[in-house]
């Protein structure tokens, strides 16, 4: 039994909290459950109360009107942080001084010198962080992670990746909005460009030729023009433009083959595997991995579990070490553009 706190009571915590609280059993895991110990708002004990009859919490679920009274509940465990990017850094610091393990929603921080604080911090205090890159911890992730090792699609080559979301985000909400409100760090890069680079750098880089590697080098990063290699991706994001829901999201190209995702990149549905016959390309399998209940929030919260049951610090799936390589390359991308957020948000 695994005991979660919770800090924020938005969209994210609402689906995080409803996961939790969906017997593991169901997904045919069996070895370790959780507990919905605490939810805090930052604002107000009413709004932590309704937030937990909303997902219809246990009766013994603490609310707190403050994250600092939930982080000075003994009870807590491993805290589960999904507030604005713009807060991450100050609330899973917070936690980590407090002595608790923290899953941080992506993206992790604003820039990389706030993660590299963060994991500095967690390693001195021997407590548990990862980044909440819940798509890593997909049933169809690791199902393409093995076709890929098994040379289903030969070597692979290059990696094209897509998350658009469609909305004009100012129209809809207003310009305070965290998805564009340049306080909260909003904008496409943090929010929706971190889903294709997690499948670049999973596929490329945390499971390529170089992964046994001892020192690996940094990617060479452009965010207008690459000069070609024999391998490399392609991320792109937008707020505002509209995907084919029939197009894949996610296409992995190999010199013998290519695996193509469909669904969003952040919660991909199904895929399609194409073999490079002599008579052209074919496809060869088709699979869909429904999520049978849920919204599949609970894989990463298992993985949590495993580990802290296993006395780990780290996650080999999603490592700090490629999640501060991943806010390194955004570094990069808003530095080639002149992309800067306010000052108080860069702090470190």
Known sequence: MVNWGIISTGDNATKFAKDLLINPSTRGVHNVTHNLTAVASSTSLPKAQHFLSAVDAPPETAAYGSYESLLADPNVQIVYISTPHSHHFQNARAALLAGKHVLLEKAFTVNAAQARSLIQLAREKNLFLMEAMWTRFFPLMHYVRQLIKDGAIGAVQRVVADRNLGRDVEKLY?????????????????????????????????????????????????????????????????????????????????????IQVFGPAARPLSIARIAYGEQGPEIVERKDFEIPVGHGLFWEADACAQYLVEGKTESDLMPLEETLLIMEVMDKVREEHGIKYPAEVEAH
Do not use: C, M
Not at 189 to 214: C, K, N, V
Not at 231 to 245: E, I, Q, Y
């Open 174 to 258: 207003g310009a305070e909005h965290r998805l564009v409100n340049p306080t909260l760090a909003g904008g496409a890069l943090l929010d929706l460009a971190i889903y294709p680079l997690t499948w670049i750098f999973q596929i490329l880089y945390h499971d390529g030729p170089l992964a046994s590697a001892t020192v690996r080098s940094p990617p060479n990063v452009s965010s207008s023009v690459v000069k070609y290699t024999p391998t490399g991706g392609v991320a792109t994001a937008s707020l505002r433009v509209t995907s084919d829901p029939t197009d894949p999201g996610v296409r992995i190209l190999g010199d013998k083959g290519q």
